[in-house]
C-alpha cells in the first residue's frame, strides 16, 4: 500500500500546499488503483501547514502531489521520506491517477516569494 497527499480546495488541487484547506490523502494498492480516500483538515491556527509535514509522515504519506510549494516545505517533506511531485493540477483523483499512469513528472520548480505564484 502506498498513501498519496494533495494539498486541496475541494476536489481540485490548491496552487499552493501552504494554503490549502485540506490535504486529500489516497490509499493505493498493489495493482496502483485508489482504494480509499480520506481527508486531513488542519486546523484553523496552521498557517503555512509545514507543521503538518511530521502528521503527514506518521500517516504513512510516501508522494505528496502539489500544484506548487516553497523550498523550504519541499526540504521539510523530502527529509521525512517524503517524495515531492509539483506541478500537477485539475481534480485530485484525476491528478493521482496520471501520476500512477506516468503521465506527470516533478516540474521542480519551486515558488520563492508569493508574487511569483498565481493566486498570491
Known sequence: MMK???????DVI????????AFS??????????VDQTRLV????????SNL??????MGVSVLLAGGMGQ???SALTGRGITVVRGASGPT??????????????????????ESCPGH
Open 4 to 10: 498519496i497527499a494533495v494539498p486541496s480546495h475541494g
Open 14 to 21: 490548491d496552487e499552493h500546499f501552504g494554503h490549502c484547506e
Open 25 to 34: 490523502i489516497f490509499t493505493v494498492g498493489d495493482g496502483r488503483q485508489i
Open 42 to 49: 488542519p486546523p484553523s491556527s496552521c498557517g503555512c501547514k
Open 53 to 58: 509535514i511530521d502528521t503527514l509522515a506518521e
Open 72 to 74: 523550504g516545505a519541499v
Open 93 to 114: 483523483r484525476e491528478a493521482v491517477e496520471a501520476w500512477l499512469a506516468g503521465r506527470i513528472n516533478d516540474s521542480q520548480e519551486t515558488c520563492h516569494s508569493h
